[in-house]
């Protein structure tokens, strides 16, 4: 499988595991929406699911309830298979091999030779003898269940996205350009073929002889001969296949883009469509017998048969359209907004969400309500659409204009702003029956508006153009911004004064003085910001893309990240407290917090103004074997500057005890490093996994992750 490679670029291995509750958790859609890259079941009943940062599903009732299990990882996982009820292996990036022996209740980490080759997917022949096949041609074969795992030659750099084999010693992969593949000895040889020019992704045999491999640009490969001689098939799909699985010489089906299966039940001489219900690219599809199958893809999608395919069920709930904003008026009832006019209701919170009618294929950019009654959604257009009773009904009103609309604020039921593409603004004095322009004095798009009181308000956009009005808008004047990138997440306010606006490429200003002057804040990251959101002005947080969230409890002095568990873009956040709030993006995708998002590392150190001199960086090497380097700063007490002060460096496992103790004694102020060796404190070596080092001090604590690879 390739796909989305620029995402995980300089991605480390974590635990998604908590001491507590997870901080960021999925409504919706359900049971979560990360891509699923592969699905395998040991019967009719048992079956597991593996895909994008991490994520491992299991099932016990064929899928009608999907649970997550702890994978230790926010690596993306490629595939996954199983020897029985028990034993399985998954992989993924990175030459990440996860082995579990309980059915997934407890994944391990098992050594794949210190590659750091993408490993794209693995079969099992029983639970001692299978295979792994990745990037750069990379095969790795074990006869021991994978406590040892060998390199075997495969003479080609080509990416190898798919393997098979029928016995101990006849075997085939395929991959890029067409490479195929073949062994009779177990993988000692590899023969290679090259058929056609398009990339392969998927083989699968019903026997020695009979094979078929799926491709992009609609290829079906079918072979008598165990592989010499491959010849096509003609399915008459315009799209890429991406897996293919037959359950005998016979009846087979083929999955890929655009939610496109495909079935035969001669052997591939014809190919006919099943209905699969969706446009999401499905990456893999299993069947436990003839009539009972599942197909996974993109949005988390989990499709089911019990009829040979003529009928396929989604697995789960939820819309999967994209959302552009989010909005509560109380803890337990809020909106969100997004393409082809799709809004989702809920009343419990986020436990459940409904879709409601807007009357519009329209995308939305933005929703905004003053009470749980009365609010307005915008977008595509000029659209501008009105509710009186929470969303149930929605009414159209006329804004003026033909282009995009991007935010609307009201400070009140009767008065609000509107902006949009070429510099529009348009403000109302009677809840939109009327709609009045107002000269912004710029083409510039305007991508967030916000006011503090009937007079005073922003409008940022792009190009980091920043506006300001004491006269309800009557007049606009442009404030003299820090930067030319676009402030594409909007512009908030705590209070009169403190107020922020984000934007591309890490962007984030900070005024202090109602909008007259900004100051930029540096995140520490690289990420795009489309939405910000403060209870407080010390206490907020800011989303965009790639999953990112950041948080920072200071006003924006400092801002940490926290862990989202997925790599959607998140386009919309709000909060009704410090501790509850809600993060909405692409594929549907709505995550909710009830603890302002700490996962069990992070601390809550509100009441206490932390030295802004600490600092503890990112080991290196990481992942590491057998040492690591770990640099950290220290700084004197805050009330005598050269005072030592008592810091601990010490490093925790994932269930939370203490492995090493690096640091335990008082330090001058000034720049340390320490070097662990993987042993704990009594000097024996410590199993490959997921560790945590933690530096504190009596005003200080920051914890970082970091992995032993053996």
Same mark, same amino acid.
């Given at each position: 499988?390739?796909?989305?490679?620029?995402?995980?670029?300089?991605?480390?291995? @974590?635990?998604?595991?908590?001491?507590?509750?997870?901080?960021?958790?999925?409504?919706?859609?359900?049971?979560?929406?990360?891509?699923?890259?592969?699905?395998?079941?040991?019967?009719?009943?048992?079956?597991?699911?593996v895909?994008?940062?991490?994520?491992?599903?299991h099932?016990?009732?064929?899928?009608?309830?999907?649970?997550?299990?702890?994978?230790?990882?926010?690596?993306d996982?490629?595939?996954?298979?199983?020897?029985?009820?028990?034993?399985g292996?998954a992989?993924?990036?990175?030459?990440?091999?996860?082995?579990?022996t309980?059915?997934?209740?407890?994944w391990?980490?098992?050594?794949?030779?210190?590659?750091?080759?993408?490993?794209?997917?693995?079969?099992?022949?029983?639970?001692?003898?299978?295979?792994?096949?990745?990037?750069?041609?990379?095969?790795?074969?074990?006869?021991?269940?994978?406590?040892?795992w060998?390199?075997?030659?495969?003479?080609?750099?080509?990416?190898?996205?798919?393997?098979?084999?029928?016995?101990?010693?006849?075997?085939?992969?395929?991959g890029?350009?067409?490479?195929?593949?073949?062994?009779?000895?177990?993988?000692?040889?590899?023969?290679?073929?090259?058929?056609?020019?398009?990339?392969?992704?998927?083989?699968?045999?019903?026997?020695?002889?009979?094979?078929?491999?799926?491709?992009?640009?609609?290829?079906?490969?079918?072979?008598?001969?165990?592989?010499?001689?491959?010849?096509?098939?003609?399915?008459?799909?315009?799209?890429h296949l991406?897996?293919?699985?037959?359950?005998?010489?016979?009846?087979?089906w083929?999955?890929?883009s655009g939610?496109t299966?495909?079935?035969?039940?001669?052997g591939?001489?014809?190919?006919?469509?099943?209905?699969?219900?969706?446009?999401?690219?499905?990456?893999?599809v299993?069947?436990?017998?003839?009539?009972?199958?599942?197909?996974?893809?993109?949005?988390?999608?989990?499709?089911?048969?019990?009829?040979e395919?003529?009928?396929?069920?989604?697995?789960?709930?939820?819309?999967t359209?994209?959302?552009?904003?989010?909005?509560?008026?109380?803890?337990?009832?809020?909106?969100?907004?997004?393409?082809?006019?799709?809004?989702?209701?809920?009343?419990?919170?986020?436990?459940?969400?409904?879709?409601?009618?807007?009357g519009?294929?329209?995308?939305?950019?933005?929703?905004?309500?003053?009470?749980?009654?009365?609010?307005?959604?915008?977008?595509?257009?000029?659209?501008?659409?009105?509710?009186?009773n929470?969303?149930?009904?929605?009414?159209?009103?006329?804004?003026?204009?033909?282009?995009?609309?991007?935010?609307v604020?009201?400070i009140?039921?009767?008065?609000?702003?509107?902006?949009?593409?070429?510099?529009?603004?348009?403000?109302?004095?009677?809840?939109?029956?009327?709609?009045?322009?107002?000269?912004?004095?710029t083409?510039?798009?305007?991508y967030?508006?916000?006011?503090?009181?009937?007079d005073?308000?922003?409008?940022?956009?792009?190009?980091g153009?920043?506006?300001?009005?004491?006269?309800?808008?009557?007049?606009?004047d442009?404030?003299?911004?820090?930067?030319?990138n676009?402030?594409?997440?909007?512009?908030?306010?705590?209070?009169?004064?403190?107020?922020?606006?984000?934007?591309?490429?890490?962007?984030?200003?900070?005024?202090?003085?109602?909008?007259v002057?900004?100051?930029?804040?540096?995140?520490?990251?690289?990420?795009?910001?489309?939405?910000?959101?403060?209870?407080?002005?010390?206490?907020?947080?800011?989303?965009?893309?790639?999953?990112?969230?950041l948080?920072?409890?200071?006003?924006?002095?400092t801002?940490?990240?926290?862990?989202?568990?997925?790599?959607?873009?998140?386009?919309? @956040?709000?909060?009704?407290?410090a501790?509850?709030?809600?993060?909405?993006?692409y594929?549907g995708?709505?995550?909710?917090?009830?603890?302002?998002?700490?996962?069990?590392v992070?601390?809550?150190?509100?009441?206490?103004?932390?030295?802004?001199?600490?600092?503890?960086?990112?080991?290196?090497?990481?992942?590491?074997?057998?040492?690591?380097?770990?640099?950290?700063?220290?700084?004197?007490s805050?009330?005598?500057?050269?005072?030592?002060?008592?810091?601990?460096?010490?490093?925790?496992?994932?269930?939370?005890?203490?492995?090493?103790?690096?640091?335990d004694?008082?330090?001058?102020?000034g720049?340390?490093e320490?070097?662990w060796?993987g042993?704990?404190?009594?000097?024996?070596? @410590?199993?490959?996994?997921?560790?945590?080092?933690?530096?504190?001090t009596?005003?200080f604590?920051?914890?970082?992750?970091?992995?032993?690879?053996?």
């Open positions: 499988m390739f796909k989305k490679i620029a995402i995980v670029l300089g991605l480390v291995l @974590v635990s998604t595991t908590s001491f507590a509750q997870q901080g960021w958790f999925w409504q919706n859609p359900l049971p979560q929406g990360n891509t699923l890259n592969s699905v395998y079941f040991a019967n009719a009943n048992t079956g597991w699911a895909g994008d940062i991490g994520t491992i599903l099932t016990t009732d064929g899928g009608d309830n999907w649970n997550a299990q702890s994978s230790g990882t926010l690596y996982l490629y595939s996954v298979y199983f020897a029985n009820a028990d034993t292996w992989t993924g990036i990175s030459g990440i091999i996860l082995h579990t309980d059915g997934g209740n407890s391990s980490l098992q050594d794949s030779l210190g590659t750091s080759d993408w490993l794209s997917s693995l079969y099992f022949i029983n639970a001692d003898t299978g295979w792994v096949v990745g990037r750069f041609g990379t095969i790795l074969h074990t006869t021991d269940g994978g406590s040892n060998i390199a075997q030659t495969s003479k080609t750099g080509y990416w190898l996205y798919s393997v098979y084999f029928t016995d101990a010693n006849t075997g085939w992969a395929v890029m350009y067409g490479i195929t593949l073949r062994t009779t000895n177990g993988g000692n040889n590899w023969d290679s073929l090259t058929i056609t020019s398009n990339n392969l992704h998927s083989v699968c045999f019903a026997n020695a002889d009979t094979g078929w491999a799926v491709g992009t640009n609609s290829t079906i490969l079918y072979t008598t001969d165990g592989g010499n001689n491959w010849s096509p098939q003609p399915c008459g799909n315009p799209g991406y897996s293919v699985y037959f359950t005998d010489v016979d009846t087979g083929a999955v890929g939610g299966i495909l079935h035969t039940i001669d591939g001489s014809h190919w006919n469509t099943q209905g699969s219900g969706t446009v999401a690219t499905l990456w893999s299993y069947f436990a017998d003839t009539h009972t199958g599942w197909a996974v893809g993109n949005y988390g999608i989990t499709l089911h048969t019990t009829d395919g003529s009928n396929w069920i989604r697995q789960g709930s939820g819309s359209q994209g959302l552009t904003d989010i909005c509560f008026t109380d803890a337990n009832t809020g909106l969100a907004v997004g393409a082809l006019g799709t809004i989702l209701h809920t009343t419990d919170g986020g436990s459940s969400w409904d879709s409601l009618i807007s519009t294929s329209h995308d939305f950019a933005d929703v905004n309500f003053t009470d749980v009654n009365i609010g307005w959604a915008v977008g595509e257009h000029g659209e501008v659409l009105h509710t009186t929470g969303g149930n009904n929605w009414n159209s009103q006329t804004s003026g204009t033909s282009k995009m609309l991007r935010s604020y009201f009140d039921t009767d008065t609000g702003w509107v902006v949009g593409d070429s510099g529009k603004i348009f403000h109302t004095t009677d809840g939109g029956t009327n709609w009045n322009p107002q000269t912004s004095g083409p510039t798009d305007l967030g508006v916000y006011f503090t009181d009937a005073t308000g922003c409008a940022v956009g792009m190009n153009k920043i506006l300001r009005t004491t006269n309800g808008g009557t007049d606009w442009s404030v003299s911004s820090p930067t030319s676009h402030l594409y997440g909007g512009v908030y306010f705590a209070d009169a004064n403190n107020g922020w606006t984000v934007g591309w490429f890490s962007t984030i200003l900070h005024t202090t003085d109602g909008g002057t900004w100051n930029p804040q540096t995140p520490g990251t690289g990420y795009y910001f489309f939405s910000v959101f403060f209870t407080d002005p010390d206490t907020g947080w800011v989303v965009g893309h790639f999953g990112a969230i948080h920072t409890t200071d006003g924006g002095s801002w940490n990240p926290q862990s989202s568990g997925t790599f959607n873009r998140l386009e919309g @956040v709000y909060f009704t407290d501790k509850t709030g809600w993060a909405a993006g594929s995708t709505i995550l909710h917090t009830t603890n302002g998002g700490y996962t069990w992070e601390e809550d150190n509100n009441s206490v103004e932390l030295p802004k001199d600490f600092s503890l960086a990112q080991n290196y090497p990481n992942p590491f074997n057998p040492a690591t380097t770990i640099h950290y700063t220290v700084r004197g805050r009330f005598i500057v050269r005072s030592p002060i008592h810091t601990t460096l010490t490093v925790y496992n994932i269930l939370g005890q203490k492995v090493k103790t690096l640091v004694e008082p330090k001058a102020p720049n340390y320490v070097i060796d042993k704990d404190d009594k000097g024996k070596g @410590v199993a490959s996994g997921i560790y945590f080092y933690q530096l504190k009596k005003d604590t920051e914890t970082k992750k970091m992995v032993l690879l053996k």
